[in-house]
């Protein structure tokens, strides 16, 4: 993924219509690094030498994103169906609404994956865009909060216990997660085709918002649900949070936040970086983070697939001793 062998454009000094070239600049003589040559506007030549980072994600990604979206398409769609089927009834594995819903949230991930996905040129508009974030990101929000909800109220979650419990949690974390998903919608648009996030101070606000809002949920919130269960043994005060396999979720999405507020710190300037290379490796940790938040879509399903089947089989022997006793029952009364 990435092409870091195009060329470079020319760079323009708005104020004194000066331009130059990447190419010109290197051929520079060495002493302009050191001196301090400013023009009348009090422009220099160091703070307009050009920091261009490697994309790692521009149109020679687009594979990657396709495979992923049909992959994450198909395997949800498959473990949806496979936890809908009778077999997996509320008996058996007991919490298969909540399953069905992270299931649901992997899948409209998925099929927003291609609206974002870099060179479909003619596809984007602004509309477009803000719809394929809005859905990208309620998606992944829901996914957590389901499972960060599960973990904690698991024992509640019962449906054949607290029918209501589960319909008005699920509509209340959806709705949240809707809610957290527009500042990024209303943030985006498109630029040269592609869906991104342009530089406006109208905007600003939103953007920080969507960086603190990520942090919270990819990464404060999985740190929260460990610091509890720790918390919980160390006092041996209960359980605490339930930990499963579906844990292993946030492991993508965690850089995501870490590296969101970071560069939303490096934007805001409360944290400078001195270095070209400093601001290049942070434009390309953005674009890994992202790449692996995508690949979650893939993975999920298998996680659910793996926890539904160590659920039922930890749930089938406690439902065969009633119908052993039955069987026996029946041998008896045959007898007598």
Known sequence: MGNCLNPVETLSLDKNETQFTLENWNYL????????????NDYSL???????????????????????SVLGVLASGSILFAILRSFFHWQICPNWPILAQVAVGSALFSTAVPILAPGLYNAHSTALC?????????????????????????PKLNVGQVPGLTLGLSVGLWGAAALLGLPIALASDTYSGLCTFPSSRDTEALKYTHCAICFTIFTVLPLVLLAAKGLKIALSKGPGPWVSVLWIWFIFWWPHGMVLIFDALVRSKTILLHTCQSQKILDAMLNVAEALSMLHCVTTPLLLALFCHQTTRRSLPSLSLPARQASQMDTLVGKS
């Open 46 to 68: 160091m703070p307009a030498a050009p920091c261009y980072s490697c994309n790692l994600l521009d149109r020679s990604s687009l594979p990657f994103f396709m495979l992923t």
């Open 29 to 40: 003589d060495e002493d302009l690094y050191n001196a301090s040559y400013e023009y009348t």
């Open 130 to 154: 803000n719809l394929g974030y809005w859905v990208w990101y309620t998606s992944a929000f829901a996914q957590a909060l389901l499972i960060g909800c599960y973990a904690c109220l698991n």
